[in-house]
């Protein structure tokens, strides 16, 4: 059973279904999330295992079924980039698909509540001279963390040099769709997957904006020495 999919998403959700039943819509989601995921984070931080997973992964399909993948990319940066603030569009879309159901127990924050939590958390970011961080230690697909940066957003400041945000979670499919929405967003951070209560990393990987920091810091550094 689907729940309600929003219009702006039906084109995305047509997409997962594009195999006619070959593949399960579930089972094309996920496969979307680990291979976007992978793309984005060895395009800043390369890793050989990373890459090795990735080709585990489109081994099970044709040439020609692979091209879904960068379609349903583009149409997530379609649908990111239409809207005035972040919103939490995969965690929307797999709980529409119903890929929460199988146990997992898993139930995200509506958007409009995190967006609440967010501004009741970071009341003024203008108030604060250094970088402020958010840390979800259970953040499922990050929405409260991308409503921190719009806390940031409301008022003009950027979010992309004042944020720092680290997210975990022990479902990889909730660590790779909050690495994938940071990472679009240009939100530096950090994200775990792994069991909290046991400080367990199994993966680490940072944004894209995460490491532009980084190698802007080292450079100032190294000028000034
Ligand atoms: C109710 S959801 C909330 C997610 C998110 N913080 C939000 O507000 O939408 C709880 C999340 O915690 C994760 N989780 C549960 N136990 C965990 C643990 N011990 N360590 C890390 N993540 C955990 C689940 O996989 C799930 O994604």
Same mark, same amino acid.
């Given at each position: 059973?689907?729940?309600?999919?929003?219009?702006? =998403?039906?084109?995305?959700?047509?997409?997962?279904?594009? @195999?006619?039943?070959? =593949?399960?819509?579930?089972?094309? *989601?996920?496969?979307?999330? +680990?291979?976007?995921? !992978?793309?984005?984070?060895?395009?800043?931080? *390369?890793?050989?295992?990373?890459?090795?997973?990735? *080709?585990?992964? !489109?081994?099970? %399909?044709?040439?020609?079924?692979?091209?879904? *993948?960068?379609?349903?990319?583009?149409?997530?940066?379609?649908?990111?980039?239409?809207?005035?603030?972040?919103?939490?569009?995969?965690?929307?879309? %797999?709980?529409?698909?119903?890929?929460?159901?199988?146990?997992?127990?898993?139930?995200?924050?509506?958007?409009?509540?995190?967006?609440?939590?967010?501004?009741? $958390?970071?009341?003024?970011? @203008?108030?604060?001279?250094?970088? !402020?961080?958010?840390?979800?230690?259970?953040?499922?697909?990050?929405?409260?963390?991308?409503?921190?940066?719009?806390?940031?957003?409301?008022?003009? $400041?950027?979010?992309?040099?004042?944020?720092?945000?680290?997210?975990?979670? $022990?479902?990889?499919?909730?660590?790779?769709?909050?690495?994938?929405?940071?990472?679009?967003?240009? $939100?530096?951070?950090?994200?775990?997957?792994?069991?909290?209560?046991?400080?367990?990393?199994?993966? !680490? +990987?940072?944004?894209?904006? +995460?490491?532009?920091?980084?190698?802007?810091?080292?450079?100032?550094?190294?000028?000034?020495?």
């Amino acid at each position: 059973m689907r729940l309600y999919i929003k219009d702006e =998403y039906k084109k995305f959700v047509n997409l997962l279904d594009f @195999s006619r039943g070959k =593949y399960s819509t579930g089972q094309v *989601f996920e496969d979307f999330l +680990y291979m976007s995921a !992978i793309a984005l984070k060895n395009s800043c931080d *390369f890793d050989k295992n990373e890459e090795d997973w990735y *080709f585990s992964i !489109i081994k099970k %399909y044709e040439k020609n079924e692979l091209e879904v *993948f960068p379609k349903l990319l583009a149409e997530l940066v379609l649908i990111i980039v239409k809207n005035d603030k972040f919103t939490d569009v995969l965690g929307e879309i %797999y709980q529409a698909i119903n890929l929460n159901s199988k146990g997992s127990g898993q139930f995200f924050t509506p958007n409009h509540l995190a967006e609440a939590m967010a501004k009741m $958390i970071i009341d003024k970011p @203008s108030n604060t001279d250094g970088v !402020i961080t958010v840390n979800d230690p259970a953040c499922g697909s990050g929405v409260l963390l991308l409503n921190a940066a719009n806390s940031f957003k409301d008022e003009n $400041i950027d979010y992309s040099k004042k944020l720092l945000v680290y997210g975990q979670d $022990i479902d990889i499919r909730c660590f790779c769709m909050t690495y994938i929405q940071l990472s679009l967003a240009g $939100i530096p951070g950090i994200v775990v997957l792994g069991n909290s209560l046991l400080n367990e990393k199994r993966k !680490i +990987y940072y944004t894209p904006q +995460y490491v532009k920091n980084c190698l802007e810091k080292n450079n100032k550094k190294n000028k000034a020495s």
